[in-house]
């Protein structure tokens, strides 16, 4: 069965940083990219960054330069450590595990809130 279990979200002032934690099962890790995915109310579902297998990194524009997504694969974890972060970053924020090209298992969910 896979899991992806997230953890570090929470409330935070604007400008402050907040680091996600994602620990995934070891097959599903290990073979597929991994990423961050956000919802805002009213919002769709939005990447905002993704990692794969060899390291290669895409972010959503609105968060380069603030956000930076890395991979442990000694601990089956992805990381999403957000800097300089707005109101607007508000929002549940999902770890997912890829199947090729297509994000396939998803975490609950972890909310992160940024005030003003």
């Known amino acids: 069965q896979v899991q992806l279990v997230e953890s570090g979200g929470g409330l935070v002032q604007a400008g402050g940083s907040l680091r996600l934690s994602c620990a995934a099962s070891?097959?599903?890790?290990?073979?597929?990219?991994m990423g961050w995915y956000r919802q805002a109310p009213g919002k769709q579902r939005e990447l905002v960054a993704a990692?794969?297998?060899?390291?290669?990194?895409n972010y959503q524009d609105s968060v380069k330069g603030r956000f930076t997504i890395s991979r442990d694969n000694a601990k089956n974890t992805v990381y999403l450590q957000m800097n300089s972060l707005k109101p607007e970053d508000t929002a549940v924020y999902y770890c997912?595990?890829?199947?090729?090209?297509?994000?396939?298992?998803w975490g609950q969910g972890t909310q992160v809130t940024v005030s003003s």
């Open positions: 997912v595990a890829y199947r090729g090209a297509t994000p396939r298992y």
């Open positions: 070891g097959s599903i890790f290990r073979d597929n990219a």
């Open positions: 990692i794969s297998t060899r390291g290669s990194i």
